[in-house]
């Protein structure tokens, strides 16, 4: 991934999980629900490191702690540990429907309650993503884009907007997809935005937007020399530089 230095709490973290594999941007292209899975729980821990300073230390202190709660809760109520990143699905089908149902309220109660901080846009995040296992994608879209909205300029607005590019990816919409991805590719604060962008260059592609797709793949090569994509998609935009060229 690129190599700058961020002193954040939540990118320093996230640079570990990047330095896990061989080739970040290969291994999240192929793996991406999973790595979004793992930056989610972490940030939820690192909610309280005091990325906003919107309301006094004590607003913050209960925002936190009412997260941490519920998210606390969530995962034991899931059979995971409070702390892990990673939740596994219940052997129980019925058992983990109700406890998703049961939770996204609750995150979503804590969302609205201290609306406008970071606290919220976190726990708007994992309501969007309980809603989409639910297969309720048009709550979980809403939550993704109020989470996205709110913490424009944050990692986890990126992080909204890739969890939307993914679903618009989903269903095919493959100009949503790159527009989503591109956003996040913007937000300087948040250390996955290599792959964000080359994912932006990809979508462009498929949605036969050749130039844009160009343009982001030229943006990429120019910001994030040292970073390489994954084999499939840098053949693929090489292919259409290449036919622009003749």
Same mark, same amino acid.
């Given at each position: 991934m690129a190599r700058k230095k961020d002193s954040s709490h939540t990118a320093e973290t996230l640079r570990e999980l990047e330095a896990s594999g061989d080739r970040i941007a290969d291994w999240a292209s192929e793996n991406a629900a999973l790595i979004l899975g793992v930056i989610a729980g972490i940030l939820v821990i690192a909610a309280g490191v005091g990325m906003w300073s919107q309301h006094s230390t004590n607003e913050r202190e209960k925002a936190v702690n009412a997260l941490a709660e519920v998210s606390g809760n969530y995962r034991k109520a899931m059979g995971a540990d409070p702390l892990a990143a990673e939740i596994p699905e219940p052997a129980n089908a019925d058992l983990a429907e109700r406890t998703r149902r049961e939770y996204v309220e609750q995150?979503? /109660? +804590?969302? /609205?309650?201290?609306?406008?901080?970071? +606290?919220? /846009? +976190?726990? @708007? !995040?994992? #309501? &969007?993503? @309980?809603?989409?296992? !639910?297969?309720?994608?048009?709550?979980g879209i809403t939550n993704y884009e109020a989470a996205r909205d709110a913490s424009p300029e944050s990692a986890i607005g990126a992080m909204a907007s890739v969890r939307l590019?993914?679903?618009a990816e989903s269903r095919g919409d493959m100009k949503t997809a790159a527009e989503a991805f591109e956003r996040a590719a913007g937000v300087d604060a948040y250390? @996955? =935005?290599? +792959?964000? !962008?080359?994912? &932006?260059? =990809?979508?462009? #592609?498929?949605a036969n937007e050749t130039d844009r797709a160009l343009a982001a793949y030229q943006r990429f090569e120019a910001e994030y020399p040292d970073t390489q994509l994954a084999p499939y998609i840098e053949a693929m935009l090489a292919e259409l530089k290449a036919q622009q060229e003749v």
């Open positions: 995150f979503e /109660s +804590v969302g /609205s309650k201290y609306a406008g901080t970071t +606290v919220a /846009s +976190v726990a @708007l !995040l994992e #309501a &969007a993503k @309980l809603h989409v296992e !639910l297969g309720n994608e048009a709550a590019a993914g679903l250390p @996955l =935005r290599a +792959v964000a !962008l080359g994912d &932006a260059a =990809r979508c462009w #592609a498929q």
